[in-house]
């Protein structure tokens, strides 16, 4: 799984799963660049090349004129997590979730679509939620805008596997990240979450930066187009 001097683009990689991700090919000896809307400390003290962008407002082709030439990988790891119920919902926070989720995710690999082609050998990983395959009570923004963008992933592999780019999708269930920190708040809650899933614990950022290392790997050169469950079983199983 060499990814030594292989140059990779995580879009968001300032906190969370993004900087999970950003640090281990940075240990792996990769050349990473993040892109987010502000720089971070330890986006500072890594060295990372860093870009100030905001995908959804800004001109993204503009900005990522300043990637390397080839790209050998993109992680889209912008989300969010809307939970209320569908009458309280306003149209404004689902388009923004869309713009979030989806639009932001089209941006960027139209944006880094000429480097990653360049490359020969490229992998895109975007992330969806266990909750499109699950019916649950209050997500229906999030649903829909990450269905949508499983649809893009699907989409975007078949077009683009005449060049040697995979594209494919991984659906966490509830991951202890800066994302989700209000639903695992207090013990009760992350009680509660453990026994939602079947094999009795709630995500980790590593459960999914290990993932995602798989895909960007050598190792995944016969993967594309797929949804990927990280969801502790919740998906597919039901505990007896």
């Known amino acids: 799984m060499s990814f030594a001097n292989k140059n990779y683009l995580i879009v968001g990689g300032t906190s969370g799963i993004g900087l999970e991700m950003a640090k281990r090919l940075h240990e792996e000896q ?16 890594y060295g990372f090349q860093f870009i100030q962008i905001d995908v959804i407002n800004d001109d993204v082709k503009e900005a990522f004129k300043a990637l ?11 989300g969010s997590i809307t939970l209320k119920p569908f009458q309280a919902l306003k149209q404004e926070q689902i388009q923004e979730d869309l713009n979030i989720n989806v639009m932001g ?30 019916g649950m009570p209050y997500h229906v923004s999030v649903a829909t805008a990450k269905s ?11 077009e683009l ?14 991951t202890n990240s800066p994302l989700a920190s209000n639903l695992l708040s207090t013990e009760d809650k992350q009680e509660a979450s453990k026994n939602r899933h079947p ?9 999914i930066a290990g993932m995602t290392r798989f895909l ?3 190792e995944a050169s016969w993967i594309t187009g797929q949804v ?13």
């Open 30 to 45: 990769a050349n990473v660049v993040v892109a987010a809307r502000k720089e971070s400390d330890e986006v500072k003290q």
């Open 68 to 78: 390397p030439e080839q790209l050998h990988g993109m992680v889209y790891c912008p």
């Open 105 to 134: 995710a089209i941006k960027s690999a139209q944006g880094a679509l000429k480097a990653l082609k360049k490359s020969g050998d490229a992998s895109v990983v975007f992330y969806s939620t266990v909750a499109t395959q699950v």
């Open 148 to 158: 949508a963008l499983e649809g893009l992933g699907k989409s975007l592999s078949a």
């Open 161 to 174: 596997v005449r060049n040697n780019v995979r594209v494919n999708v991984l659906a966490p269930s509830l």
């Open 199 to 207: 094999l009795g614990r709630y995500g980790e950022i590593g459960d």
């Open 216 to 218: 960007l790997s050598d």
């Open 228 to 240: 990927i469950g990280v969801d502790g079983g919740l998906a597919g199983i039901r505990s007896v």
